[in-house]
């Protein structure tokens, strides 16, 4: 019995499994069955569920380009009946076949003789037929025939289900990126937030590591997601994970992985963070909350590129742009031994600072009709408004939680308000600005000058989030005259 040679087979199956361009690989197919059934034409047919119809997806023969212009209904002729019923059929004389549907070949100028048409079905499931007409020697075609045709159109309905997948990931993945661009937006036109976009553009085409400051809640996390987003490394994972929310043990496992049997319940291996985010990007968040021994094993990875599971003694090569974050001020860290020097000079080749909010205050309308939008599209209430009144509070406030406190008290707003409209008194906010400390009264104007510097000071590194270089450039002093200020006023480390 004549069948598919298997090297040809194998040859086929090749293209299934590589090649992801479906009107190729089917019109490969299509090749091949009518090279290897010595056939005059050959077709594929897919079945339109919405108007039960049969139309060409691809076509061998002379006429190959004209037929694609037709369609057939579902059970009309001998390819609908076999798409209606699911079994194929074989016909030796179309003349004699009541079945036959003469209209193409009449309309094309193409005499048919015979047809063989057999079901395409993925999961029992008819998806169309695959069909040849006419041997090229004039002979009849046969069971013989079938029997490959039907090997045929497993290949082609399956890379049809494959197509299908592929571009239904595709689909998924565009839907992904949208509502995961649109929830890690940055949102804002200051000149200090463009200032630090500007500056995460300009590092996002190297492979520098990245150092981000800002206090908490000022976005250092979107900050990172647009440097991976805009770099070379965009198409590989992004591995994200916060130093400060894992003891010692746990934060090894969790950059690092383990093997199996490592220690008590270690029932798997587990890959680690590095090895996941291999040619793509790690963001480190609270960096400086990292003991001392786990940072001596992260300088190993930026210097060597390797490290060793939990319970493994073969090193793991990694490929990782390393990002990382801190509300700290690291150089003091060091000074009290707390953070290690040469780790803080790999990790801080680029620095790039996130302003507070109270530095942005004209973003404050944008970001809260942003989150306002966000919650309004979550629970429903599309007819939600701001009040002027509830605006005109909003932006009175210093926001000292930053981005994260603005969304939580819209958040908050949207939950507990009257649906309408969001009032004042629906935000867990204080109208007034919250001052560092009431100004005192009855001192020497000396003494108030020292206590305006001292209160400046703090303020100013605060802003900082304590690095004392950059808030000597702020206040266009020298940092080593800073440094004096800070020791003569006593300033705590902010």
Not at 161 to 168: F, H, L, T, V
Not at 258 to 283: D, S, V
Not at 458 to 464: A, F, G, R, V
Request: hydrophobic share 40%.
């Amino acid at each position: 019995m004549k069948k598919i040679p298997i090297r040809q087979l194998q040859e086929i199956s090749s293209w299934v499994a590589s090649i992801q361009d479906l009107d190729k690989l089917l019109d490969l197919i299509l090749k091949s069955a009518a090279k290897m059934m010595n056939a005059n034409a050959s077709s594929l047919m897919l079945i339109d569920r919405e108007t039960n119809m049969l139309f060409f997806q691809s076509a061998t023969g002379v006429k190959k380009d004209e037929i694609k212009n037709f369609q057939v209904k579902l059970g009309q002729g001998i390819s609908g009946s076999v798409a209606k019923s699911g079994e194929p059929l074989l016909i030796p004389d179309v003349v004699k076949d009541p079945r036959w549907f003469r209209e193409i070949s009449d309309n094309i100028g193409f005499k048919t003789r015979s047809i063989a048409c057999v079901p395409l079905k993925v999961n029992g499931k008819t998806m169309g037929v695959l069909q040849v007409i006419d041997k090229a020697n004039g002979s009849f075609l046969t069971e013989e025939d079938m029997l490959i045709l039907s090997e045929f159109a497993e290949l082609a309905a399956l890379a049809i289900a494959n197509a299908r997948k592929i571009e239904q990931v595709k689909i998924e993945n565009t839907h992904l990126k949208e509502e995961i661009g649109s929830k890690y937006q940055i949102i804002g036109k200051s000149s200090a937030l463009q200032s630090a976009i500007t500056d995460a553009l300009k590092v996002a085409n190297s492979s520098a590591t990245t150092l981000i400051l800002g206090e908490s809640g000022t976005g250092k996390e979107l900050l990172a997601r647009l440097i991976h987003q805009s770099s070379p490394r965009k198409e590989k994972p992004l591995v994200v994970l916060n130093c400060a929310a894992l003891p010692e043990s746990l934060l090894e496992d969790e950059l690092f992985g383990h093997e199996k049997g490592a220690f008590t319940g270690a029932t798997h291996q587990k890959i680690g963070k590095f090895e996941l985010a291999h040619e793509g990007t790690i963001f480190l968040d609270e960096i400086g909350e990292m003991n001392l021994g786990m940072q001596a094993k992260l300088l190993r990875v930026l210097q060597e590129g390797t490290f060793y599971p939990v319970g493994s003694n073969a090193a793991i090569f990694v490929n990782v742009r390393v990002l990382s974050a801190t509300n700290k001020n690291l150089e003091e860290q060091i000074s009290k031994g707390k953070f290690r020097e040469d780790l803080y000079y790999r990790l801080n080749v680029v620095q790039i600072h996130m302003p507070p909010l109270r530095n942005r205050m004209e973003d404050v309308p944008l970001l809260a009709e942003y989150f306002l939008n966000y919650f309004k599209d979550e629970t429903g209430m599309t007819g939600l408004m701001l009040s002027k009144a509830a605006l005109d509070k909003i932006t009175r406030y210093s926001w000292p939680g930053n981005i994260r406190e603005l969304r939580n008290a819209i958040e908050r707003a949207v939950v507990m308000g009257d649906g309408h409209s969001i009032k004042p008194e629906d935000l867990p906010i204080s109208a007034r600005k919250p001052n560092a400390s009431a100004f005192p009264t009855g001192m020497t104007l000396h003494d108030a000058i020292d206590w305006f510097k001292k209160e400046f000071i703090s303020q100013s590194l605060k802003q900082t989030a304590g690095n004392r270089s950059r808030a000597a450039e702020n206040m266009e002093i020298q940092r080593t005259y800073l440094s004096r200020l800070i020791s003569k006023y006593d300033i705590k480390d902010q």
